[in-house]
């Protein structure tokens, strides 16, 4: 490594911070089903990837949704997606 510290926006942080809950809310599912909540995580995130860095709005609205899809499918009631 190099030990360069890269400074994020808080925006970025922001969304970062909701991949990795993410990721770590999969710990949760099933082991079986864990690759597929990976493999919907990257989709759902890759789908959005060309959005402009300064296009704040669109970024705080995709946060505002990726969450509340969080807390949909942290519920123990949901065990597996389909990508």
Do not use: W
Not at 19 to 25: L, N
Not at 75 to 80: A, F, H, K, L, T
């Amino acid at each position: 490594m190099s030990g360069v510290s890269v400074r994020r926006s808080g925006l970025q942080q922001e969304v970062l911070g909701l991949y990795r809950q993410c990721f770590r809310a999969a710990r949760l599912k099933p082991e079986a089903n864990r690759p597929h909540f990976h493999a919907f995580i990257r989709m759902q995130f890759r789908k959005h990837s060309e959005v402009k860095q300064r296009d704040f709005s669109t970024i705080e609205y995709l946060l505002r949704t990726g969450k509340r899809q969080l807390d949909v499918y942290s519920s123990p009631s949901i065990e597996d997606v389909t990508v």
